[in-house]
C-alpha cells in the first residue's frame, strides 16, 4: 500500500472553513457571551467585592447565570480553536488559519479575565451559598470541581489581590518563561559534521536519531550551546521559584504550606499517594536501572551515554512494515480482546474519517489526540510512516480518544482530567497492542518491543523521579536564597547520581537549563504525573487477567469516573485498593520487571 491512501480527517462537520458563517456565528456568540457575563459581574460587585455578605436570590440566580453562559461560550470557544489547530496542524503555514487563531486567543483571555470574580467569589464563599447555588440542574454536576477547588479556601488573598495577582503573572511570573523559549529558539548548536548549525529544535531530534556519531555530537553541541546562556537561564529558574515562593509565603496566613501543594491539588492527588509511589520506585530501583544495563549491552557498551536516553532500537527499521489497514485491524483486535465494544470503537474512528494519517510537506511533526466539544467527537492527528513505532503511537492516541468516547454522555464539569489520570487509556491502548503483537512478531519486531519496553522504565523509573528530585531540592535550598548556574549544576548532578546510580557514564549537570519542563510558568514540578500516569496505568493493566470478564466494565467506569473524582477515590471505587500505600505501585513496577527479564533474555540469544 502506498502513502498515498492514508486517510485525511473531515472536519466539514463541524465548519465549511474558517471564517464562513457559521464559524463567525459561533464566534460572535462568545463575545456576546463575555459581555452578558460582565453584565452580570457589575450586578454582583457588592458581593464579589466583600461589601454584601448576604445571601440572596439576585446573588445565587446571577452565579448561575454565570455558570450557563461560561459554559456554552466554553464549548463554542473549545470547539473553534480544535477546528483551527487541526487546519494548521495540516498545514502549519495556513494564513487564515494563524489569522483566526490569534482571534480566538484573545476572545479566549477575554472570557477567562471575566470569569475571574466568579471563580474567587465562590472558591471562598460561605457554605450555605456554595449549596444553594449547587441546587440547580445547571450547576449540580460542578459539585466535584469546587469541593477541590475549595481546598484552597484558606489559602485565599482579598478578593483584589487575588484579581492583582493574576494580573501582574503575566509581566512577572510568566514573562520569565517567554524568556526561555526566546533564548532557547536563539540558540545555535554546531554540528562540524554536517558543516552548519541548527537550532535546538532540529538538534534534539538527533537525539532521537540512530546515528550513535551523530546523537554524540548534537548532545555535546546541545550542551555547548546552552552554555552561553547559563547566567540567564538560573535567573529564570531562580524568579520562577522565587515568585512562586512568595505566593505560598502570602497565602500561608492560615496554614502553611509549601511548594508541593498546588502541584498535588492541580495533580488530584495527595502527598502520602506521591510519597509511597517514589518510595516503590526507588525500593526497585534495581528494576530500571536493569533497563539502563540491557540498553547498553545492546548498543556496545557497559553504560549507557547520556547522549543514548532517547535512543531508537539499535535494530529500528529492520522490523515488519505496518501499512495502515493493517495497524488499524491490529489495533481492533488487540482493543476487541478487552470488550468488543472497544474494537468497535476503532472501526468508527476510520468510517466517520475521524482520523488524519497521511504524509504532507507542511504537517506538523508529532501525533496527538483531540476532540470536538459541540459533536462530542474525537479526532486523532498522526503522520502514519507504516513503521511499528507510529502504529504504537496510533494505539496510543486511539486510547486517549476511546477515553473521551465513554465520556460523551457525561455533564462538562465531569469531563476535564488531570495530567496524572490523562494518560491512563492511552499508555494502556500501548500495552495492550504491545501485549498483542508480542509473540506473534517477527524477531526485530520482538526486540523493538523489548527495547521501548525498557526504554520506557528508564525514563519513568529513573529520569523522571531523578528531575523531581532535583526540582524539590532546588525549592527546598531557593528558600535560603538564590542559586548559581554552578551550584544548579551540582544539585543535577546528584540527583542524577541518586537514580541513575553506576548505570550512565556522565550525567548531565545542565539538565536544568536544557529541559523545557523546569522553566514552564504554566506550572512547576512537571514531572512527578508522567511516572504516576505509567505506573497507574501499568497498575490497571494487571488487574485485567486478575478480574477477567469483570474487567471491562471496571475499565470504561474508571475512565468515566476520572473527572468527577480524584485518582485515590477512583481505585478504591473500582479496584478497592489504596493507592496511598506501596503495594499498589510495587505491583505496578512488577509488571516492568517482567518486561525487562524478557529483554534480558533477549539479548543473552
Ligand atoms: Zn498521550
Known amino acids: 500500500m502506498g502513502t498515498s491512501s492514508l486517510p485525511a480527517w473531515n ?33 454582583l460587585a457588592p458581593w464579589f467585592d466583600g461589601a454584601n455578605k448576604d445571601a440572596s436570590a439576585t446573588l445565587i440566580q446571577g452565579l448561575q447565570k454565570i455558570s450557563k453562559l461560561s459554559e456554552e461560550a466554553g464549548i463554542l470557544l473549545s470547539n473553534l480553536s480544535t477546528y483551527i489547530n487541526c487546519e494548521l496542524s495540516v498545514d502549519a503555514k495556513n494564513a487564515p488559519a494563524l489569522k483566526a487563531m490569534s482571534q480566538i486567543q484573545k476572545t479566549g ?30 450547576t449540580e454536576a460542578e459539585a466535584f470541581i469546587w469541593r477541590e477547588r475549595r481546598k484552597m479556601k484558606d489559602l485565599m488573598l482579598a478578593p483584589s489581590e487575588e484579581m492583582t495577582l493574576a494580573q501582574f503573572k503575566q509581566f512577572g511570573l510568566h514573562a520569565w518563561g517567554d524568556l526561555y523559549d526566546q533564548i532557547s529558539g536563539s540558540i545555535q548548536v554546531q554540528l562540524p559534521s554536517k558543516g552548519k548549525s541548527v537550532g535546538v529544535a532540529e538538534a534534539s531530534g538527533y537525539l532521537r536519531g540512530s546515528d550513535e556519531a551523530l546523537r554524540k555530537e548534537a548532545w555535546h553541541g546541545i550542551q555547548q550551546g546552552w552554555k552561553t546562556f ?28 509549601d511548594f508541593l501543594e498546588f502541584p498535588l491539588m492541580d495533580s488530584k492527588i495527595e502527598r502520602a499517594t506521591l510519597d509511597a509511589m517514589m518510595e516503590a520506585v526507588q525500593s526497585r530501583i534495581q528494576v530500571p536501572r536493569r533497563a539502563l544495563k540491557a540498553m547498553a549491552k545492546s548498543l556496545g557498551k557497559t553504560r549507557i551515554d547520556p547522549w543514548d536516553i532517547l535512543a531508537p532500537s539499535p535494530r529500528a527499521g529492520k522490523g515488519a512494515s505496518y501499512p495502515f489497514e493493517k495497524g488499524v485491524s491490529l489495533i481492533d483486535e488487540a482493543f476487541t480482546s478487552v470488550d468488543s465494544r472497544m474494537g468497535e470503537f476503532v472501526r468508527t474512528m476510520v ?26 467527537t474525537p479526532r486523532v492527528f498522526q503522520t502514519y510512516m507504516e513503521s511499528y513505532n507510529e502504529m504504537s503511537t496510533l494505539a496510543h492516541e486511539l486510547g486517549h480518544a476511546y477515553h473521551s468516547w465513554v465520556m460523551r454522555d457525561l455533564p462538562v464539569a465531569h469531563l476535564e482530567y488531570p495530567m496524572t489520570l490523562a494518560e491512563t487509556a492511552s499508555i494502556f491502548a500501548e500495552t495492550l497492542l504491545a501485549d498483542h503483537i508480542g509473540s506473534n512478531g517477527d524477531a526485530d519486531t520482538r526486540f523493538g ?58 550525567t548531565e549537570r545542565q539538565y536544568w537549563m536544557t529541559k523545557l519542563h523546569f522553566s514552564i510558568s504554566g506550572v512547576s514540578f512537571y514531572n512527578f504525573p508522567y511516572t504516576f500516569g505509567y505506573l497507574f496505568s501499568l497498575g490497571i493493566y494487571a488487574k485485567r487477567a486478575q478480574m477477567g470478564a469483570g474487567f471491562s466494565k471496571a475499565y470504561i ?49
Open 351 to 376: 468510517k466517520n474519517n475521524w482520523i488524519e494519517a497521511r504524509v504532507l510537506p507542511n504537517k506538523k511533526p508529532g501525533a496527538y489526540c483531540t476532540g470536538f466539544m459541540k459533536s462530542r
Open 11 to 43: 472536519n466539514e462537520t463541524e465548519y465549511k472553513a474558517i471564517g464562513a458563517p457559521d464559524f463567525n456565528a459561533d464566534l460572535g456568540q462568545v463575545q456576546s457571551a463575555v459581555e452578558q457575563i460582565q453584565a452580570v459581574n457589575r450586578e
Open 109 to 138: 483571555a477575554d472570557l477567562s479575565t471575566t470569569m475571574k470574580p466568579y471563580e474567587v467569589y465562590l472558591t471562598g464563599a460561605p457554605e450555605n451559598v456554595l449549596r444553594d447555588y449547587l441546587a440547580s440542574k445547571q
Open 557 to 605: 467506569d474508571i475512565l468515566r469516573d476520572t473527572g468527577r473524582m480524584t485518582a485515590e477515590e477512583v481505585i478504591q471505587k473500582h479496584l478497592g485498593e489504596d493507592i496511598r500505600k506501596p503495594d499498589f505501585w510495587l505491583g505496578s513496577i512488577s509488571i516492568v520487571e517482567k518486561k525487562i527479564a524478557e529483554f534480558e533474555k533477549l539479548l543473552s540469544h
Open 230 to 257: 547559563e547566567e540567564p537561564c538560573s535567573a529564570i529558574l531562580n524568579n520562577l521559584a522565587g515568585f512562586r515562593l512568595e505566593e505560598y509565603r502570602k497565602r500561608s496566613h492560615t496554614r502553611a504550606i
Open 449 to 506: 518491543i523489548a527495547w521501548s519496553n525498557a526504554s520506557d522504565a528508564a525514563a519513568f523509573l529513573v529520569n523522571i523521579p531523578a528531575r523531581y528530585e532535583f526540582e524539590k531540592s532546588f525549592y527546598e535550598a531557593r528558600k535560603n536564597g538564590t542559586l548559581s548556574a554552578g551550584e544548579l549544576s551540582e544539585l543535577t548532578d546528584k540527583a542524577w547520581r541518586k537514580w541513575y546510580g553506576e548505570e550512565i557514564s556522565e
